[in-house]
């Protein structure tokens, strides 16, 4: 009959072991057991950059990589992306259920009343040079309402806990806002209670003298439709960084700010930035051909926004994103970059080395073109991605403290160092 376990053999002894499987693993530390004698310390999984190894159990996100789907809590994120909107997604995550009228109604209250920072943190913006990055500007703070909330290394305590994923996902479009306003040497604008989370970034970005900001009805529905697909992604660089800083029980400001230094990265969260950088550099339609082909000879080149470690298919939150850009171009007029963009798309899918690789648009690479047109520069990129991924990585620091199989992450390594020797004094080395 069969059974859910794995029969291995280890040829070095000769002895059999038999290791359970539940939910299509095994478990690492099933291979200890593994010994050739007794000093050995064990058989360990060697896994560089996790590509076989699942580090939690999780009820988040799902996503199928070789179908193209991805699903918040059971919901498509297509539907979502229709039908919902980003604090109703951001309750969902943190959740697990959709609200009902009334918890959404709280929700939304209790979110924007604490959009507000502590004025001490501005003046703590203050201190970065005008050219800094909005991303490390954004970084440094967030990490620093670390010292604002002392309250906040209660990780064990529910309400707390609570209060502290509000205040990040409230405050975050606030922080960005301001790392903005201060790179562009603007006066910063504080957030407008009555307008909505996205509608109240955008006035924050936006204003200047007029006493109301008028926020497009388009530019803000689609800046909610873009922060919907970006609000979770299950073990991606900067929610696992979250998860393993987080472990420490270190306060959840200062692992969410090694998830915004890990999405700073462009293989992670700098990627749309990089794409828009590599559509200028390529110029024209007429030099796209060129481009693949230094991609395809291994010149370095890569192209940026394309391949993805999970999706094998077409990244489902870029087929969204391609149809909101016509919404944008609509009103904003047509990114003249977006010719080179669908060119480039064009010639790669038909391409061998491209179909070869299974290497497919992912999110990011028509999200810079949409942000570009909304008058985003492409420092801006990464930032707009953290603001809504907050919720993701509150939810799964949640997850991971909750947990009762975690504890703090600490992999193991394959030593490759040298053996055991003297220290040689100076005067007596070569
Ligand atoms: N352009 C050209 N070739 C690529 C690209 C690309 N964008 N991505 C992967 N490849 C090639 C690799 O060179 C490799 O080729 P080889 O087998 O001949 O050596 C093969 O495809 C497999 O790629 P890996 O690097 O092994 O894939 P991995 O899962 O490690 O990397 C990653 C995934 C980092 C996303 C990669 O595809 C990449 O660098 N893409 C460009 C950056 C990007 O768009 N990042 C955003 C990801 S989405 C997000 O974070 C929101």
Not at 118 to 138: Q, T
Not at 165 to 179: G, N, V
């Amino acid at each position: 009959m069969a059974k859910d376990t794995l029969t291995v053999t280890d040829n070095r002894t000769g002895k059999t072991y038999e290791l359970p499987i539940a939910d299509g693993c095994i478990r690492s530390m099933d291979l200890r057991q593994i010994k050739t004698g007794g000093d050995d310390f064990g058989l360990m999984a060697y896994d560089p950059a996790f590509l076989n190894t699942a580090n939690c159990k999780s009820a988040i996100t799902f996503i199928d990589g070789d179908k193209g789907i991805l699903e918040y809590r059971g919901y498509p994120i297509e539907q979502l992306a229709e039908k919902s909107t980003y604090l109703e997604v951001a309750y969902l995550t943190m959740n697990g259920e959709l609200p009902t009228k009334s918890q959404l109604e709280d929700f939304v209250h209790k979110v924007t009343h604490h959009t507000f920072i502590h004025e001490n943190v501005k003046s703590f913006m203050d201190g970065f040079r005008y050219d800094s990055h909005p991303m490390s500007i954004l970084a440094s703070t967030v990490a620093a309402l670390s010292g604002f909330y002392p309250d906040a290394k209660h990780v064990k305590d529910r309400a707390t806990r609570r209060q502290q994923m509000i205040r990040l996902i409230a405050k975050m479009p606030t922080i960005a806002a301001f790392s903005f306003r201060h790179s562009q040497g603007l006066p910063y604008v504080y957030p407008d209670n009555e307008l909505s989370y996205c509608g109240n970034f955008l006035a924050m970005i936006r204003r200047m003298t007029e006493s109301k900001y008028k926020v497009n009805p388009v530019l803000e529905r689609a800046l909610d439709i873009l922060f919907i697909l970006h609000a979770d992604h299950e073990q991606n660089c900067s929610t696992t960084a979250t998860r393993v800083v987080g472990s420490s029980e270190v306060d959840p400001y200062s692992a969410v700010a090694a998830g915004i230094t890990a999405l700073y990265g462009p293989l992670h969260g700098g990627a749309n930035e990089a794409v828009l950088r590599m559509l200028r550099e390529i110029g024209s339609v007429k030099a796209v051909p060129e481009f693949i082909k230094r991609v395809r000879g291994g010149e370095g080149a890569k192209l940026m926004g394309f391949g993805h470690r999970v999706y094998k298919s077409y990244d489902p939150r870029a087929k969204v994103i391609k149809r909101t850009a016509d919404e944008v171009f609509e009103v904003t007029g047509k990114n003249p970059l977006l010719e080179i963009a669908l060119e480039l798309e064009r010639i790669a899918l038909a391409d061998d080395y491209f179909v070869q690789r299974k290497l497919y648009p992912n999110v990011d690479f028509y999200s810079g073109l949409i942000y570009e047109a909304m008058g985003f520069p492409v420092d801006m990129f990464p930032v707009l991605f953290a603001i809504p991924r907050t919720v993701g990585w509150v939810s799964q620091w949640e997850e991971m403290i909750t947990d009762p199989e975690q504890k703090i992450s600490r992999p193991r390594q394959v030593f490759t160092g040298a053996k055991k020797r003297d220290y040689v004094t100076i005067d007596r080395r070569g």
